[in-house]
Structure formats: structure tokens, C-alpha cells
């Protein structure tokens, strides 16, 4: 029976790993000088319209317009009558980077032998965010799927047990407010350089434009992908990423112990996704429990970590990078056999360290065969 063989050829559970093969998360460990972090560098970008569909170009980027000072912003409005929710239950995986790197393959290749590419790490920012919070997180998990492909480690999270939970039950409330982050966006961005917000149409978040950046953590060479929400509209503006904004929302701050939760909390999360990509500013709405934005306010991303100085023991952006070096230093020591069908599932719940299973040709294999057969043929 199939079922049954799969699970004998199982890895060692994680009660069987030495010392060495386990990683701590001990945020002492990391609290060393910051590493080297090369400036990201835009090597490409790509689309996915309202179905989904991938496409090789900048079709979807938007354009940032400032609000007024006090702008009517409900975010709210349109939630049963013009709101297009992607299907959060689909696995697309890495699939759309791997087209991108199909697609772009001319840019890529080196002269490395073993590694055709010259990328050590091919992920998605949001993974490589969950990593630099992990030494602050206390409340959620994660499991990232590694493959080993022509000497490139590819990563691709799998949803953990409680996030499945978690989503599978989100309440109307949750629901909703999941929504005011994409309104919000609506009421700011453009279609065109010239134009105007339109916050009469449609919110659908298939919609996405997204940038892929490559750089250098230590001794690791990464390309990752990351969707960016809007880009400075004036064409004197930078070279992307330095032109690109992140726009966010977040509860109204009426007393002292808010504050310190937004920074503690909310601006951790907020510094880690836009400083890996390079994005220099976030937009905030600051709204109150009707969805009503209340405050608009900049943020540059490199002034965060002086931001958050005035809070006691609070987060470092140090010990972030440092335990996300290390984690691929990890990674790169146990991933040794090169095979696509071949998963190194890495495994991580708070106040525990990092552990390991290995599955051969399982539910967990995600490089798929189109991908894997233009890279080794
Ligand atoms: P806010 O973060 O402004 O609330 P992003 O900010 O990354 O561009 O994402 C846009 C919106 O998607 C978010 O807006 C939030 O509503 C929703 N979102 C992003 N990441 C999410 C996550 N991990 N879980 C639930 N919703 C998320
Ligand atoms: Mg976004
Ligand atoms: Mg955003």
C-alpha cells in the first residue's frame, strides 16, 4: 500500500537529531555585529492579473498619489458589493518565480558548473520575512519545504496545522479587516503615472505586481521575489527599488502601551518586508474601529531601528539578519543530496529550536517537472 511505504520511507523524527542538527533560536546567539547585507538590485518583475495569470511585465504596477490632509478614506466601503478575494486555499508555491526564472534565464546564467544559476536561495520575501522575526515570534510557527536543484536551494513554506486552523476560522470581523488593507491601497494608487485613485472600482486581490531583487546575506547569494503595492509616480524618482512603497494600515495609538505594541510588534514585521527588497518608504493609514483612516504617515524604512530605541528590550534588526544567515548556513549543511523530488522539511514552533524531517517523493515535493526539466535538460 502506498500510503504505507511513503511513511516507512520517512526521515528520523525530530527526537532522533544530534545538537548539530538543530538550530536555536536564542535571539543571545545573534546579537552580534550586523552582517553584510549587499543593496537589493531589481533584476526583473512580473504580473498577475485578475485571474491569476502570470505575465513577464510591469502590467500591474500602480502608482502612489498623496492624500489630502484629512482624506475621507472609509475602508469599509465596497466589501460585499466590489470586493474579488483570491483563494487563499490554492498552493501556488514557487511557481510564479519559477516562470519568471524560465522566462529570464538568459540574465541568470553563470559559469559555475554545479551551479548553473549562481543563486544560492530562490524564495519569496514573505519567507525570508518570517525568518528575520523568528527570534521575536511567540505566537506562530512555520515549516519551510527545501529542495536542492543544480546546486540552488530552492524555499517554499508549507502552511502549519494552527495557520490552516487559523485560517479556516477567521471570523466576519477578521474577514473584513483583511479587506481594509487592499481598500486602503485603492484609495491611494493609480493605474497610470498620471492618473487618479478609483475608489469606485473593484478590489481584487489576484492583482499583483511584484519585484524580483538579488543580493547577498554573508557568504549567501539570494533572488527572491516580493509583491510591491505602488511606486512614486514622478519620473525623477529612483531606480526601482528605491521608487517603490509599501502601503500599510494599523489601529488608531491613543495611549503609551499602544504605542509600544505598534513598535514592539507592528513596525518588527512592517521594517523586515520592506528592508529585505530595498523599499525605502510605508505609507500608514491609521484608522479606527470603523474603518474610517483617521492619520496618514511616512515612514523610511532606515529609520525604524532608530524609531524603536526609545522602547525597553525591544527587537534588533541585527539579531533578525544574523539568525537568518545563520538559518541558511543551516540549511546549506543539510541539504547535501541534489534532488528535486527529495524535500528537507524544516520545522520551527516558539520557544523551541529549529528541527528537520526529509521526505522523498512525497506531498511535499514543489519543484515541478516543466520547471526542473528546462534547468537540467
Ligand atoms: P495591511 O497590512 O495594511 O492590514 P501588504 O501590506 O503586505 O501589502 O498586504 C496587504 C494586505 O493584505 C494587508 O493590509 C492585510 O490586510 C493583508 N495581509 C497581508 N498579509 C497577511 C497575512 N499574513 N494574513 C492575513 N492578511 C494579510
Ligand atoms: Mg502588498
Ligand atoms: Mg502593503
Known amino acids: 500500500d502506498r500510503g504505507n511505504e511513503m511513511h516507512a520511507r520517512r526521515a528520523r523524527p525530530s527526537e532522533c537529531l544530534s545538537p548539530s542538527q538543530t538550530l536555536s533560536v536564542s535571539r543571545q546567539f545573534y546579537d552580534r555585529d550586523f552582517p553584510v547585507y549587499k543593496q537589493p538590485v531589481e533584476i526583473g518583475y512580473f504580473s498577475l492579473d485578475s485571474k491569476r495569470n502570470f505575465w513577464n511585465d510591469a502590467r500591474q504596477l500602480r502608482y502612489y498619489v498623496e492624500p489630502e490632509r484629512c482624506p475621507n478614506f472609509n475602508l469599509r466601503d465596497g466589501y460585499h458589493d466590489r470586493f474579488v478575494k483570491r483563494d487563499d486555499g490554492i498552493k501556488e508555491k514557487l511557481d510564479h518565480i519559477l516562470k519568471w526564472i524560465l522566462a529570464n534565464k538568459h540574465k541568470l546564467q553563470s559559469r559555475?558548473?554545479?551551479?548553473?544559476l549562481g543563486i544560492d536561495f530562490v524564495t519569496w520575501r514573505g519567507h525570508l520575512t518570517k525568518l528575520l522575526t523568528t527570534p521575536y515570534e511567540t505566537q506562530d510557527g512555520w515549516l519551510l519545504a527545501v529542495s536542492r536543484l543544480a546546486g540552488t536551494f530552492y524555499i517554499s513554506e508549507v502552511e502549519t496545522e494552527k495557520a490552516r486552523r487559523d485560517r479556516e476560522n477567521r471570523t466576519e470581523r477578521h474577514e473584513e479587516m483583511?479587506?481594509?488593507g487592499y481598500k486602503f491601497e485603492q484609495y491611494t494608487c493609480a493605474d497610470d503615472a498620471q492618473g487618479s485613485p478609483d475608489s469606485g472600482g473593484v478590489v481584487n486581490t489576484n492583482e499583483a505586481f511584484c519585484t524580483v531583487v538579488q543580493t547577498r546575506l554573508s557568504e549567501h547569494k539570494l533572488l527572491f521575489s516580493g509583491e510591491v503595492d505602488c511606486?512614486?509616480?514622478?519620473?525623477?524618482?529612483?531606480?526601482?527599488?528605491?521608487?517603490?512603497?509599501e502601503m500599510k494600515t494599523s489601529a488608531e495609538i491613543h495611549t503609551p502601551k499602544q504605542r509600544s505594541n505598534f513598535h514592539r510588534y507592528k513596525l518588527l514585521k512592517w521594517w523586515a518586508q520592506s528592508f529585505l527588497p530595498g523599499v525605502p518608504k510605508i505609507v500608514a493609514g491609521f484608522r479606527d474601529s470603523d474603518g474610517q483612516v483617521v492619520q496618514v504617515e511616512t515612514f523610511k524604512t532606515s529609520q525604524i531601528s532608530q524609531l524603536i530605541k526609545t522602547e525597553y528590550n525591544c527587537w534588533k534588526?541585527?539579531?533578525?539578519?544574523?539568525?537568518?544567515?545563520?538559518?541558511?548556513?543551516f540549511v546549506k549543511k543539510t541539504v547535501k543530496e541534489d534532488d528535486p523530488k527529495l524535500v528537507?522539511?524544516?520545522?520551527?514552533?516558539?520557544?523551541k529550536d529549529v528541527t528537520f524531517t526529509t521526505h522523498r517523493d512525497s506531498e511535499y515535493t514543489f519543484l515541478p517537472n516543466w520547471f526542473v526539466k528546462e534547468i537540467t535538460g
Do not use: Q
Open 231 to 245: 511606486r512614486e509616480a514622478s519620473s525623477c524618482a529612483p531606480a526601482a527599488p528605491a521608487c517603490y512603497i
Open 178 to 180: 483583511m479587506y481594509w
Open 317 to 329: 534588526p541585527t539579531v533578525c539578519m544574523n539568525f537568518c544567515s545563520d538559518f541558511l548556513s
Open 344 to 351: 528537507y522539511l524544516f520545522s520551527w514552533e516558539p520557544h
Open 112 to 116: 559555475d558548473a554545479i551551479c548553473p
